[in-house]
Nanobody, 123 residues
Framework: QVQLVESGGGLVQAGGSLRLSCAVS????????IGWFRQAPGKEREFVVT????????QYADSVKGRLTISRDNAKNTVFLQMNNVKPEDTAVYYC????????????????WGQGTQVTVSS
């Protein structure tokens, strides 16, 4: 019954901003640690950022520190990924994922995944 739906992707110029959303249904989002992952054409899926269930703890990939920011609004069952100063290297399908008993960077240990939303950064 748990579903994750990403939205907010699109085409943006390098240096611009975009905000992705991950809406959780079926269970309250406060039961989950939430992660964002991305996959570019021809590349493996990579970790982007994760946030703990209460928003206290976060981990960021080095490539996005200072540019991408994760936040959550548990009352709205939604997690956000604010993307600022985007680069062409950010072009990928972005996925959100939920874990009930894991907090970290290993995508294989997340329990639920969304369908992804495309982000394309033009240069």
């Amino acid at each position: 019954q748990v579903q994750l739906v990403e939205s907010g992707g699109g085409l943006v110029q390098a240096g611009g901003s975009l905000r992705l959303s991950c809406a959780v249904s079926g269970r309250t989002i406060s039961m989950f640690n939430i992660g964002w992952f991305r996959q570019a054409p021809g590349k493996e899926r990579e970790f982007v950022v994760t946030i703990s269930w209460n928003g206290v703890n976060t981990q960021y990939a080095d490539s996005v520190k200072g540019r991408l920011t994760i936040s959550r609004d548990n009352a709205k069952n939604t997690v956000f990924l604010q993307m600022n100063n985007v680069k062409p290297e950010d072009t990928a399908v972005y996925y959100c994922a939920a874990a009930m008993a894991y907090y970290g960077r290993d995508g294989s240990r997340y329990d639920y995944w969304g369908q992804g939303t495309q982000v394309t950064v033009s240069s």
